[in-house]
């Protein structure tokens, strides 16, 4: 089922081109529409986003939305898009692209797609070959490990001063300031998790991050500030740290199990940096006869395929109507379009399931 933004878009998208509102060009207030549709003002400002993006609408402040005449003889410049992410094939990045794609050619764009594969050297040859060749209308882009110095902010540099849009998701690096991105709420997400545990009777929360990006720091800060608010105890022994470079080992049973088998049995919570993770870690306690949750209880980011299928499935935060790549492709369809943006913050919503 469409998210309930898309299914509001949708209806006044047949009634604007049934000429229900000819008579006044005007769509009826946000109160109002919120009333028609029983939604939150949120979901009826997302709506109208979409309308603006697709040119059925003009959104002006102080007289709300009004229509505008669309000559059915034109139709709008094919735009290129080229999409720039860590990867393409695995975990959350199927539902991204596949919003992004749905936004782009709703709107006569063409999303060419590049993966780095987190390498800052595959970043850099990207780039490059966007420069050399001919200029992408747009850029979508997922940083490499934002949490690091970045050797590429020189090309990043070079596009911006050519005059190419760009739209930053997931992550963004600090040093491109005036950039716009469309990011998770990771700190708020870390503060919520620890929250929850703590709501549900836990005082010994461990943690596992990852640290080469910004996701990963952002989720961390979240975690630690909660656990101090709470007057919980921070112990450095209790959080584990993993990179791009050491996941795969890190995920493997025995090397995992080496690492943090001991911080594992002395915590009765963790809070995981994604479900992968989780799902990982909760087969592994599982295997080794830790009972999930009354010993140990296990919470995530992301409610992925990984947190629904897991053996015990994983409680988890979810962007619910809220997708980071549709985000990110309506913004830059409005700087296609001339008018200014802004970068979101995508809310997280608890979605409770056994592993806590």
Known sequence: MAPKYQQVADVLRGE???????????????????QQFNVSRQTIRQALSVLASEGYIQRK????????????????????????????????FPSILREIETVLSANNGAPTL??????????????QSLLDGELPDGILVEGTKTGLPNPNLDLYRKLISRGVPMVFMHGIYPELSDSLSVLDDNYGGGRQLVEYLYAKGHRSIAG???NDDIQGLQRYAGYTDALRDLGLPLEDQRVLWYNTESKELFLSGDAFWDLAGDMFLNCSALVCYNDEIASRLVSL???????????????SFDNSQYSELS????????HGEYNVGRMAAELLIRLFNGETGQSQLAPWTLVERQSS
Not at 65 to 76: M, N, P, Q, T, Y
Not at 114 to 127: D, H, K, M, P
Not at 285 to 299: H, S
């Open 285 to 299: 306690l599982l295997k080794r006869g830790v009972r999930i949750p009354e010993e140990v209880a296990v919470v």
């Open 311 to 318: 053996v015990l499935p994983i409680t988890s935060l979810s």
């Open 16 to 34: 604007i081109a049934e000429g229900l509102y000819q008579k006044r060009m005007l769509l009826p207030t946000e109160q109002v529409l919120c």
């Open 114 to 127: 590049y993966a780095t594969q987190n390498q800052v050297s595959s970043e850099r040859r990207i780039l």
């Open 208 to 210: 596992i991050f990852k």
């Open 61 to 92: 402040q102080g007289s709300g939305s009004h229509i505008l005449k669309r000559d059915e003889g034109l139709s709008a410049p094919r735009r290129t898009v080229a999409v720039v992410t860590t990867y393409i094939s695995n975990y959350i």
